[in-house]
T-cell receptor, first 114, second 115 residues
Framework: AQSVTQPDIHITVSEGASLELRCNYSYGATPYLFWYVQSPGQGLQLLLKYFSGDTLVQGIKGFEAEFKRSQSSFNLRKPSVHWSDAAEYFCAASVGGTASKLTFGTGTRLQVTL | GAGVSQSPSNKVTEKGKDVELRCDPISGHTALYWYRQSLGQGLEFLIYFQGNSAPDKSGLPSDRFSAERTGGSVSTLTIQRTQQEDSAVYLC?????????????FGPGTRLTVT
C-alpha cells in the first residue's frame, strides 16, 4: 500500500540551529511530494513541492527539501530556525491525475527553544 | 486573492443529528478535496471532486457520509446521524485539476464536536 512515513513525532531545536525533518515514502513509482506546515488552529500551508527535475527544491520561509530516489526520502531542511517556525509539519505524496489525493505522514511537531 | 473558505468554523452537535459542512474553493480550481484530521487517525482523505463528479470516494468512512458539488464550485459534506467518533477537523482543499498533480490549497477547516 502507498504510504508516507515521518519517523520523528516531536523534535526540539534551539533558535538559530539547523533543522532536518525526515520523510520516507513507499510507492510503486516516484510520487509527487509535498511539505505542509500547520500552526495551531490553522489550516495547512504549502512549503514546497517536488514534481520532477532538480532534486533540491526551495520553498517559502527559507525551507528546502532534497529528494533522494535511492532512499525513497524527501527530507525538509532549514539552515537556521526561528522561533516562529514552531508548528506541525506534514509530508505528503500523490500520484496525480484522478488519483491526486494526498497521503499524509503522521506529522512532526517542532518545538523551538530560545 | 481569496483562498479556500469553509463554514462554519466550529460546529457542536448532539449525537444522532445531521450536519452540513460547506467549502468554497478558490475561483477557477476545478478539483476539490475533503480531508479529516483527528487525533487518532491523523490526516485522512475523504473524497475528491473533479468538476461536479466524484471519481474517488474511497475515503468516506461509512454511508452516513456524503458530499456533493454544484456548479463546479461550492461543495457540501453531509454527515448523517453523527457519532462521537465523527468529532474531528474537516479540511477542504482545492487545486487546478488535470492529468498532472497540482498543489492543493487548504481552507482553515471546520471543527466538529459531537456530544
Amino acid at each position: 500500500a502507498q504510504s508516507v512515513t515521518q519517523p520523528d513525532i516531536h523534535i526540539t531545536v534551539s533558535e538559530g540551529a539547523s533543522l532536518e525533518l525526515r520523510c520516507n515514502y513507499s510507492y510503486g513509482a516516484t510520487p509527487y511530494l509535498f511539505w505542509y506546515v500547520q500552526s495551531p488552529g490553522q489550516g495547512l500551508q504549502l512549503l514546497l513541492k517536488y514534481f520532477s527535475g532538480d532534486t533540491l527544491v526551495q520553498g517559502i520561509k527559507g525551507f528546502e527539501a532534497e529528494f533522494k530516489r535511492s532512499q525513497s526520502s524527501f527530507n525538509l531542511r532549514k539552515p537556521s530556525v526561528h522561533w516562529s517556525d514552531a508548528a506541525e509539519y506534514f509530508c505528503a505524496a500523490s500520484v496525480g491525475g484522478t488519483a491526486s489525493k494526498l497521503t499524509f505522514g503522521t506529522g512532526t511537531r517542532l518545538q523551538v527553544t530560545l | 486573492g481569496a483562498g479556500v473558505s469553509q463554514s462554519p468554523s466550529n460546529k457542536v452537535t448532539e449525537k444522532g443529528k445531521d450536519v452540513e459542512l460547506r467549502c468554497d474553493p478558490i475561483s477557477g480550481h476545478t478539483a476539490l478535496y475533503w480531508y479529516r484530521q483527528s487525533l487518532g487517525q491523523g490526516l485522512e482523505f475523504l473524497i475528491y471532486f473533479q468538476g461536479n463528479s466524484a471519481p474517488d470516494k474511497s475515503g468516506l468512512p461509512s454511508d452516513r457520509f456524503s458530499a456533493e458539488r454544484t456548479g463546479g464550485s461550492v461543495s457540501t459534506l453531509t454527515i448523517q446521524r453523527t457519532q462521537q467518533e465523527d468529532s474531528a477537523v474537516y479540511l477542504c482543499a482545492s487545486s487546478f485539476g488535470g492529468a498532472v498533480s497540482h498543489e492543493q490549497y487548504f481552507g482553515p477547516g471546520t471543527r466538529l464536536t459531537v456530544t
